[in-house]
Each structure stands twice: as C-alpha cells, then as structure tokens.
C-alpha cells in the first residue's frame, strides 16, 4: 500500500532491527519493530530469541508508555499463545493508536487473525508496507508455513574450470579464507547442515558455526546457535570418532534403513535403495527448520538440485585450475541440452579473492 515517507522510514528501521536476529531466533521468524508518537521515535525491538519476547513486547518494554502511538512492525502480530504470550494483545493492553505492518504472517495459526484482533479493538491497522523487503527476512519462514518444506540453499566451492576436488577426492581448500569465512555467516542463518557420509569419509568436517569467524555480525549475541548436523548415511557408515558426532548442537544421522550406534538416526528409505529426500525436507520442516543448507560433494548436492528441491545455489569459484581429472560441481549425468538446468543470477560479488555467485533455478 502508499504510505507516506515517515512511514517508510520507520518501516526500514524496523526491518533493519530484524536482521539483528538472523542468527538466533529460528524456529521463530526475524521481526522488528518501532514505535513512534507525536513525531518522535519512543520505542525499538526486535525479537532476539526463540522463547524470549517478541520484538513487538520488547519495544513497548522500551517505550515504556506507548498508548496513543503508532507502531510498526515487520510481521502480522501474533494472536495465539506459545512459548510466550499473544502480541496482539500486548498492543491492545498497551492502548496504542495504530499498527502498520510489513507483511500478514503466514502460519495457520496467525494468518489474518492478529490483524483482526486489533481491529476488533478499536486499533487503527495499515498495511502492508514494504512487503518484499519483510518477506525476504523470513524466506524459509514463509515456505515451511505455505508448503511444509524448508528453504533449501546448496553451498558449493570450485575452481575457474568447474572442479571441486581432485580425483582422489582432497578438496581442502580450494577457496580462500575469506570465502570460509563467508560460509560460517550461511551456516549460522541455517537451522539445518546437510552433509553426505562421503564428505565425512573424506574430510571429517565439523559442521559447526565457529563464533571467531562472525565478528560483528553476531548482533551482540552471547552465543550463536548451532544448527542441527545432518548426515545422509544410506547404509550406516558413520564412523563412530568421525568429529561431526563430538561437536556442539544435535546430530541426526539419516539412512535408507540401516542402523547407527551412538547417535540419533531415522530410516527414510527410497525406492533406489538411498535416502528418500524428499522425505528429509519433510522430517526437517517437521523438527521446524526453516532454511537448510547443503554442504555435500558433488553425488549428494547433485541429487538434491536433480530432483527439484534446490531454492538457491552458493558457489565460491576460486582463481585457480584443477584440471580435466578433477571431479565436477555436482553429478548431474545429462547428455543432452535440452537436460540442462538454467539458472538466475541474483548477485556477484567478490568475496577475498574468490567470487560467490548466488543463483536460483528457473521456473
């Protein structure tokens, strides 16, 4: 909808507050708020924390008295009880004048009601304003509430000429620090790590968010949140001292039927005798996560983009050469053009001395 300058303004403000929560609030979404009266900004918040207040509680907690103001806020307030109370109701008991929101939320349980409420109360509602801009704090958010499926982001690492590792399988490190570095910031937005079990044979990663790497990006949080380990393991072969299964956060082992010792797995077969996944993305939209990254080698990144499940692609092409014996990006066995698979880039930019190309599949 139009709204004024002023409006926009403090619109962008709150969702600028929003982004302070990238890293934290999963399963929740990433909101901000503002609250203005008479001109003046009297109240900021953002919600910092699954299980703590929402941004909208911790702005009127800023503001002190709010009755009379307009607030603003990224995302349709709450109206049903969860780990904390209703915001809609906390507006109401505030006795604020009016509510301009970025975007109706999603979930069921919400999806209108929120807004209802406040106008059953006698608050002016407005919106929504800057629509793309709120949409896209919360994009796994929004599909896991529209389709019961995660965000699916697929992270992946290559020479100029398209390799990713050498025929014997080392692959460490064919990007730079910088690149690394970068990474941790996509690991630390994800709820979920998929990796494959040859990636754990080969390079016995940790799959953790190290906090060193996130500098000021941590949004003066204490502690970052470790995202869920996943390892697609189809028939058990999880070594039992691989370092991914003695790192901070959960570890969830998924195979096509075999079992694991020492670790949480599920069986999720598929008729090809490997792990179903589809299936996965459905098991993971169910423990709430909202965007999940894919760090594999080239068979399991592969099979995810073959079978459609791929919202976006994060490539890392180093300056450098692997050679016509390397292994390519990802195992996608076409052989005809008219397999191919075409991509849009949504940005370019240099990350130290690589490059990071984000794309996403055409539709």
């Known amino acids: 909808m139009s709204m004024n300058t002023t409006d926009q303004i403090h619109m962008a403000r709150a969702v600028q507050l929003a982004r302070c929560g990238r890293y934290t609030t999963s399963p929740n979404p990433r909101v901000g708020c503002v ?12 919600h910092q924390w699954a299980g703590e207040g929402h941004a909208e509680v911790n702005a009127l907690a800023a503001a002190g008295d ?11 307030p709450c109206s049903h009880q969860g780990l904390t109370g209703p915001c809609a109701e906390a507006l109401v008991n505030a006795n604020v004048a009016k509510v301009i929101y970025g975007m109706e939320d999603p979930n069921p349980k919400v999806a209108g009601r929120g807004l209802q409420f406040l106008r059953d109360a006698g608050i002016a509602v407005e ?10 704090l919360n994009p796994g958010f929004c599909k896991r509430m529209t389709s019961d499926l995660p965000r699916v982001a697929v992270k992946l690492a290559m020479s100029i000429d398209g390799r990713t590792a050498m025929a014997s399988g080392e692959s460490q490190w064919i990007t730079g620090p910088a690149a690394r570095a970068d990474v941790q910031k996509l690991r630390a937005s994800s709820c979920a790590i998929v990796t494959g079990i040859g990636t754990v044979l080969q390079d016995d990663p940790a799959m953790t968010v190290r906090d ?4 000021a990006l941590r949004a003066g949080q204490q502690h970052i949140r470790q995202p869920l380990k996943v390892v697609v393991d189809s028939a058990g072969k999880l070594p039992v001292d691989a370092t991914i299964r003695n790192q901070p956060g959960e570890l969830l082992v998924v195979t096509a039927g075999a079992s694991v010792s020492d670790a949480e797995s599920i069986a999720l077969p598929a008729d090809s005798g490997q792990v179903d996944l589809l299936a996965l993305l459905q098991e993971l939209a169910r423990r709430q996560c909202n965007e999940v990254l894919v760090e594999a080698g080239a068979e399991l990144a592969g ?8 919202d976006q692609l994060v490539i890392y092409q180093a300056p450098t050469l692997l050679g016509s014996s390397a292994l390519p990006l990802l195992n996608l066995p076409f052989e005809k053009m008219a397999e191919q698979l075409q991509l849009t880039i949504t940005d370019t930019r240099t990350v130290g001395d690589d490059i990071r190309i984000t794309a996403v599949p055409k539709m």
């Open 35 to 46: 609250i203005e009266r008479d001109g003046v900004v009297i109240g900021e918040g953002w």
């Open 66 to 76: 709010a009755s009379g103001a307009t607030v603003y806020v990224t995302l349709e």
């Open 127 to 136: 919106g929504p304003l800057l629509e793309a801009q709120c949409q896209q």
């Open 212 to 215: 060193n790497d996130l500098g």
């Open 303 to 310: 099979a995810f983009v073959e079978a459609g499940l791929v």
